[in-house]
C-alpha cells in the first residue's frame, strides 16, 4: 500500500503543469536596460515570471568584471545578482 501511494504522489507531482515566463513588455525591457546599464552592464536576455510575484529575470548580462543574472522586482529594483 504504501509503494502504491508513492508512486500515486510521483506521478501527481510529474503531472503538475510548469509555469513557464513571459516576455516583458517593450517599455519593461527599456528600465530592465536602464538598470543594467547603471550598474555597468549589458545584453543578456530578460524573462517575465508568470507566477503573479512581477520578478524579472536579466540571463547572461555581461559586466566589466564578469557575466551574471539578475532578478529585479517588480519596482525594478535589483533583488539578487548571481555569477553565471
Known amino acids: 500500500m504504501k509503494k502504491l501511494m508513492i508512486a500515486l504522489s510521483a506521478?501527481?507531482?510529474m503531472?503538475?503543469?510548469?509555469?513557464?515566463?513571459d516576455d516583458p513588455s517593450e517599455a519593461e525591457?527599456?528600465?530592465?536596460?536602464?538598470?543594467l546599464s547603471a550598474w555597468g552592464c549589458e545584453g543578456g536576455s530578460f524573462e517575465k515570471e508568470t507566477?503573479?510575484?512581477g520578478i524579472?529575470?536579466?540571463e547572461?548580462?555581461?559586466c566589466k568584471d564578469g557575466q551574471y543574472d539578475f532578478r529585479l522586482g517588480k519596482?525594478?529594483?535589483v533583488i539578487v545578482i548571481?555569477?553565471?
Not at 15 to 21: S, Y
Not at 29 to 35: A, N, P, Q, R, S
Open 51 to 53: 507566477e503573479g510575484s
Open 29 to 35: 525591457v527599456t528600465k530592465i536596460k536602464e538598470v
Open 60 to 62: 547572461d548580462v555581461k
Open 75 to 77: 519596482d525594478f529594483k
Open 15 to 21: 503531472a503538475t503543469p510548469a509555469f513557464a515566463d
Open 11 to 13: 506521478l501527481a507531482l
Open 82 to 84: 548571481t555569477a553565471d
Open 56 to 58: 524579472f529575470e536579466a
